[in-house]
Every structure is written in C-alpha cells, then in structure tokens.
C-alpha cells in the first residue's frame, strides 16, 4: 500500500521520516545516514542536506529495502547513525504500469490569498522561462564621466535604458493559491531476446506543486547596551510571507542479461 520508499521506510522500527522524505534513524540527523543505490553510494541531490530524500524512488520500482544501524565493514566509511539500502527491479517478470494522482489541502493557504511576485510563466514547471536571466548590458563600466571603448562619453539616455533593463520588479503581489497536487507514472518490462537473454526497462516520473503561507510571524531586533548591560529591542516587526514549491523526481534503470550469471545495468 505505500506509495514510496520514504513511506515504506517508516514501518521500520528506529526509523523516522521527516518532511515525508528524509530517513532519521534512531532520532539522529540526515548527517548521521547515508544511502546506497544497489550496492552504490547515492549522493544527495539537496545543496543543504546530506541526506537523499526517499520519496524520489515509488515503491513499484523497488526490490527491496534494507536500513542497517549497526556498522559493519561492509558499509561506506561515512556510516554513523544508519544505512539505508536501496534495491530496485531490474528484470520485471510482468509488466509493470502504475499511474497516480493526489492533491492536498492546507488550511492556512489553499484558496487564500498569498504573497507572490511576477515570475515566469513556466514557474509552475520549476524552471524560470527567461525572466530571471541577466540583461543584455555592455561588459564595460557604466557612468556619465567613463569613455565607451570607442572613444565617445555614455550619454544619459544609454544610461537610462541600461538602468531599466536590470531594474526588476521587486515588488510583492496578492495571488490565489490552489490546491496542492502531485502526479506520478511508472511503467516497467522485459523482453526475451534469445534463451537466456533478456531486456529489462524499468521507469519511473513524479511532479509535486504546494504552497505555504505564513501570517504574523514576529521578527524582533536586540542591541546590547553597555551601559546599563542589558538588551535593548531595536525594532518589532510583524513578517508575512508565501512559498511555492515545484519538485521533480525521475528514475530509470536499463539491464540487460546476457546469461544467468552476467548481466548489464545502467541506472539514473
């Protein structure tokens, strides 16, 4: 019944997941675990974290799942609070085709009203349509009293037209928020090329889009004054603010047996 690996992970004892997508084993942090990916190390694909977030692999992609809290000299060297083995399908004995739908509700965001900005159209695929990207500018300084390399003085109106072109619109905006809503598909199968020769394809694409808002979250400012040593509040400010997140997720694996005993697999 569980959708995932992260979900299947947690009916492990001593395993906790957190976010829905990272693995803490024994209440110690991401730092403390590492993955491997059918005997590979798995490297996170998160900038910040070190942990690799499970829900990345469905659950009809996976032979097993293994979580090890006890070193042996088997494990990477990196090996502290807990080792989480992947194994995934490599030749399906029927085909394989899973296809889902989900949507989610939050009470403090779907249909309310958020703060946002004016991005790019393609914002809901999570890659910016080009309204992020630089300007077209010259490479040389820009200032009334600085000589072009031809020679000649910039004059005030090339200084106004370069000025607006890196003048982005920094300002917030009221946008409705929709349900959250994810999608996933994943399909798999063999073919027999000869007796013992087989092909295998197992595949794998999800995509989630959700929203948070926050209201009235206090954000306070303290400078310590010498004199009478104590803190002296600077400032007391009241903070507002919305979030859109837009993930991707994709796996494949290739093999392809040329016996009983020797195969070959390409895995991404």
Same mark, same amino acid.
């Not at 491997?36 to 990345?56: K, M, T, W």
């Not at 009334?144 to 090339?158: A, L, V």
């Not at 009241?238 to 040329?258: D, H, I, M, N, P």
């Given at each position: ?42 490297? /996170?694909?998160? $900038? ?9 692999? $469905? ?13 042996? $000299? ?63 500018? $010259? ?68 995509? /989630?889009? /959700? ?8 954000? #306070? ?16 400010? #009241? ?7 837009? #993930? ?21």
């Amino acid at each position: 019944p569980d959708k995932d690996a992260a979900q299947a992970a947690q009916r492990v004892v001593g395993a906790t997941i957190v976010d829905g997508r990272f693995v803490y084993v024994r209440g110690l942090g991401d730092r403390y675990a590492n993955a491997q990916l059918n005997g590979a190390p798995l490297p /996170s694909p998160e $900038p910040d974290r070190q942990a690799v977030p499970l829900d990345l692999f $469905p659950s009809l992609v996976l032979e097993s799942l293994t979580i090890a809290k006890t070193f042996t $000299p088997d494990k990477p060297g990196d090996f502290a609070g807990g080792s989480v083995r992947i194994k995934t399908r490599d030749l399906p004995e029927e085909f394989l085709f899973k296809a889902s739908l989900g949507v989610g509700f939050n009470t403090q965001a779907t249909f309310h009203d958020r703060l946002s900005y004016r991005g790019s159209n393609t914002d809901w695929l999570g890659f910016d349509g080009g309204t992020r990207q630089l300007p077209d500018i $010259p490479d040389y300084k820009l200032s009334r009293t600085t000589r072009k390399p031809d020679g000649e003085f910039i004059t005030q109106d090339e200084l106004t037209a370069n000025g607006r072109k890196i003048n982005s619109f920094m300002s917030a905006q009221e946008r409705f928020t929709l349900p959250s809503h994810s999608a996933s598909v994943v399909v798999g199968k063999t073919w027999k090329l000869g007796q013992e020769q087989k092909l295998g394809l197992v595949g794998s694409l999800n995509y /989630s889009r /959700s929203w948070e808002v926050i209201e009235d979250r206090i954000r #306070r400012k303290f400078d310590f004054n010498d004199t009478e040593q104590r803190l002296d509040q600077l400032s007391d400010l #009241r903070e507002q603010s919305g979030k859109e997140k837009v #993930r991707w997720g994709a796996f494949g694996t290739l093999t392809y047996q040329l016996s009983r005993n020797h195969k070959i697999t390409l895995t991404g």
